[in-house]
Every structure is written in C-alpha cells, then in structure tokens.
C-alpha cells in the first residue's frame, strides 16, 4: 500500500512539474489535460489513504457489529424489492427475446438453459450491481457527505469514535455480504419470470423447466460468478464513502459527491467485471 | 469532579499553519492554566477556528507544538489521540448534531461507545444532562424540529456528556439572538465553573467576553495581538484594537 502511495505520490508530482513547460510553449489544451491527470492521480492516491484507514479500522477492536447488522438491513433487504424487480425483468425480457432468436435456428429446446445460464452467469450479478450501484451509492455519498459539509464526522471524530470505522467500514463490509445475496434473489426472480413469460408462449412446468436448464449449469459457472459481486460490493462501499467523507462546498458539494459515487462505483464496477470474468474464466472452464 | 491538578491543560507552542500559501496561524505561544475561561477574539479567518480545530486534533499543525495535560497531541497516532479527546469537550458552530438521531441518543452516542455504564445508567446521565441545559423535556426530539438555540444546548450537553476537563467552543453564540446568545454565555460560565472546566471560546460575542471570561487573547494576522483581561483590551492603545473593540461592541 505505501509503495502504491509513494509510486501515485511520485507520478503526480512529475505531472504537476509538466505546467511550466507548457505554459511556456502556451499549450492550453496541454494544460486541460495535464490538469485532468493530476486530478486522477490526485484522486486515486487519496482513495489509497483512505482505504488504508478503512483497513487499519475493520481489523481492530472494538467491532461494530450492531453498526454493521443496521447497514446490512439498510442496504441489502430495503435494496431486495428493487433487485427483484430488476431480475424479474430481465428474465421476461431473455424469455421474450431469446426466444425469438432460437427459433430462427431451430433450438427452442435450448431456451430454459440459454435464460438460466445468461441470468446466473452475467446478467443476474451486472443488473444486480448497477442497480445496487445506484441506490446504494447514492444513499452512501448523500449522507456521508451531508455528515461531512455539517461536522457530524469531525463530531463524531471528536468524540473519540473512528468514522473510518464507523462509518465507512460498516457500509462497505455490509455492501460485500449483502450483493451476493441480492444476486440470488435477482437470479430468482429472473428464473421464475424467465419461465413465466415462456410458459404463456409455450406451457412447460416450472419442475421440467428447471430441469432442462439447470442440466447443462455446474457450480464452477454459478458460484464463482454469484461471488465476484462481493468485489462490486466493495467497490460500491468504498468509492461511495469515501466520495461521501471528501465531500466540501455545502449542499452542492453534497450533490456531487451523490452523483459521482453512483457514477465512478458503476464505472469501476464494470471495468472490474471484465478483469474479474477473464479471471473465472482463467480459473473456472 | 473539580480538577485540583496545577500543570497546564493546554501549553500551545510556535503553532503554525497554512492553507494553500495563506499563513492563517503565524507563530502562536499560549498557555491555559487549569479552570480558566479564555476567549478567542479575531476578524473572521482569523483562525480562531483553526486553532481550536488544532487543539483537538482534527488537523494537523504545518509546525509547533500543542500539548494537553502534558501529552504533545500533534504526533499522535488515532487511537492514542482519541483516548486523549474522552478528556475533552468540542461545541461546533452549528452544534453538528447527528440528525438521524434523537437528543437523547445524540447525547448518549459517546457515553455508549466510550463508557461502561448500563443501559439504565446511560439513560439517568442522559437526562441529567439534558436537564442541565434545559432540555428535559426534547429527549425524544429529532435536531430538525428544534431551534438553533436549542440545538446549541444540546450540543453543549453532548460535548458535556464524558465530563471533560477541557471544552471548546466554537462561536456559541453565533447566530442567535441577544436574549439567548446571554443564556448560552450564562450557561456556558456556570457549567464551567461547576465543573471546574478549562474553557476554550472563540466568539465575536464582546458581551460573554465582558462578563463569563477570565482571560482573552485577540488574534490578528495569524498572531496574538493582545492577551489579557476584558479591561487590558479596553485600555489598549494598539489602534486595531480599538477599532475592534469599537465595531464589535
């Protein structure tokens, strides 16, 4: 971590020295960009501090663990209808969809295997992690940093509790436990739904449907895929609380840190996914 | 709870610092002796904030040195640091109460996480506390349905609740009307003395300097301008001085 810290350290300052030659060479556009990269680095080197402290915080005594209970209420069974919502519609809509594309290819039969395999594989833990993306992450950036623009956390700083802990820790610890779950409840409702919209075409029961999808399923494609939303959980966690506790500037700067928690945790979230399903794939084929 | 101990609560020492290139606190020595009221006076930015916000460890000084009870805070590490704040009390300028939480349980959070006491003894201190500053009745209360005065006292009573022997006040009195800016300063002067609290206030409010302070120090370009009694300001020949004094009051 200190290694990574002294490398961003060392390459903004290089960066920052990068002013002065443009100026004189009267590049403004080289400026803009320049100006864009300190903030990255700038960015990614205080996000290393901050998950330092959030690390340092996690693994010592006392544990917050009525905190955390509390943060995995608030963000995992009041984030369940809207998962399941989401994953019902996404299996209605691979019913509809897929349908129409295996009959051009004569392979209606594939149908239960090609829903259950897309949900659990991909579209289950995706959906489940935008959509926890954004009304977590939101949630997260807003309060965090309503807390931080009225010195709640310097208060509660003061009183001798660790906000790192406290608060960040709880809400990401919390993210990780609760996203796993709410993808099984997404695949759930994506099956049930899948086989709904299928059965109106074409009545198949629900046993049969099952069958016929899961024959072809392992668990080397569904728990590794079912788990990787742990890391989307850790990534909603920590980007939103920290976009939350570096909030400054008032109302406005509250906005913006709601904003862009919902809007980096999705980014990250989806640069992570492609790292994280060549990794399965690597391991799990 | 009086504290007879004679070393000095807060001994602050060739205290500096900065925000981006602008020197806000420039060299500041002071020291509090023990149960003393001392008011920190200055235009505003200043740094009278930023001093307190030093003192408790909220920031970090560029240089110098800060000691409380005789423990140099500034190279302390967080968990060092926070057993060093259970000895001290901090009243923010808005009071920066936890608004999802009732006064109770805003009074009640570092007793919970600080203390031993049982639930049913949290509960008695919280009310002795409330009580004290007038709020017994607005235990069940949530921050947005009260007024700002209010809001003040129950900050107080939560920066009150782990019986520091040092409290500081961030502009108390900011914001409310005359009426109850004086029952803050009263408040603010009897709990103190009570207590056998060392007071730490920074205030444009010339009235609660006049009557609840012993000492007040008026900061001027990041430096102490003036450090005595309300009656050494008063008598000062220094033309910024009058020229503050004047407008303040």
């Known amino acids: 971590m200190r290694l990574a810290l002294s490398l961003f350290i060392t390459l903004a300052a290089t960066v920052s020295a990068v002013p002065v030659e443009a100026e004189r060479r009267g590049g403004a556009g080289l400026l803009a960009v320049q100006s864009l990269v300190l903030s990255v680095f700038e960015w990614f080197g205080q996000f290393g501090i901050f998950c330092q402290r959030v690390l340092k915080g996690t ?60 949900l659990m594989k991909e579209m289950g833990p995706i959906v489940t992690g935008l959509i926890v993306s954004g009304r977590v992450g939101a949630g997260i ?123 980096i945790s999705s980014l990250f979230l989806i640069v992570a996914d492609v790292f994280l399903v060549r990794l399965i794939l690597l391991f799990f084929k | 709870m009086e504290n007879t101990d004679n070393t000095l609560p807060i001994a602050i020492a060739h205290l500096s610092k900065s925000f981006g290139g602008r020197k806000v606190l420039d060299g500041i020595d002071l020291t509090i002796p ?47 640091l926070n057993r060093i704040r259970q000895k001290l009390g901090f009243l923010f300028q808005q009071a920066a109460l936890y608004d999802s939480l009732t006064l109770g349980e805003n009074v009640e959070f570092p007793l919970k996480r ?66 109850t800016a004086a029952e803050i300063g009263q408040l603010i002067t009897d709990l103190s003395k009570q207590r056998g609290m060392t007071s730490v206030v920074a205030t444009h409010d010339m009235h609660s300097v006049r009557c609840f302070s012993d000492r007040a120090v008026l900061l001027d370009k990041g430096r102490v301008l003036i450090d005595g009694s309300f009656d050494d300001l008063k008598n000062s020949s220094d033309p910024f001085v009058s020229e503050f004094l004047t407008a303040a009051v």
């Open chain 1, 59 to 118: 693994f010592s005594a006392p544990f917050e663990g009525r905190e955390f209970l509390r943060q995995l209420d608030n963000i995992g069974s009041q984030s369940l209808p809207l998962v399941a919502v989401a994953g019902a519609a996404i299996g209605v809509v691979l019913g509809l969809q897929t349908r129409e594309s295996l009959t051009r290819f004569g392979a209606t039969s594939m149908l239960p295997s090609v829903i259950i395999y897309s």
């Open chain 1, 141 to 263: 950036g807003a309060e965090l940093g309503s807390m931080k623009v009225t010195e709640q956390i310097d208060a509660m700083a003061v009183s001798g509790v660790n906000p790192y802990k406290y608060l960040a820790s709880t809400r990401i610890l919390a993210c990780l436990v609760a996203l796993p779950l709410l993808t099984l409840v997404a695949d759930a409702a994506g099956v049930l739904m899948g086989w709904l919209s299928s059965t109106l075409v074409k009545p198949i029961s629900l046993g049969l449907f099952l069958n016929m999808g899961l024959n072809g399923v392992s668990f080397g494609d569904f728990l590794p895929a079912t788990l990787k939303t742990s890391i989307f959980g850790l990534i909603i966690g920590a980007v939103s609380s920290y976009q939350g506790m570096s909030s400054r500037g008032g109302t406005e700067g509250v906005g913006r840190s709601a904003t862009s928690a919902v809007v």
């Open chain 2, 34 to 80: 023990r149960g003393q009221t001392l008011s920190l006076l200055g235009r505003s930015g200043t740094g009278k904030s930023v001093l307190l916000r030093l003192l408790i460890g909220l920031d970090k000084p560029d240089s110098g040195s800060i000691r409380i009870d005789g423990e140099e805070i500034t190279s302390l590490g967080m968990d060092r």
């Open chain 2, 114 to 179: 600080q203390t031993t006491l049982s639930p049913a003894e949290r509960t008695e201190k919280v009310r002795a506390l409330l009580a004290s500053v007038g709020l017994e009745r607005d235990v069940d209360k949530l921050p947005s349905e009260i007024s700002g005065g209010m809001k003040k006292r129950a900050g107080l009573a939560r920066a009150l609740a782990l019986d520091p022997a040092i409290v500081f006040f961030d502009e108390p009195t900011a914001g409310l009307d005359p009426i």
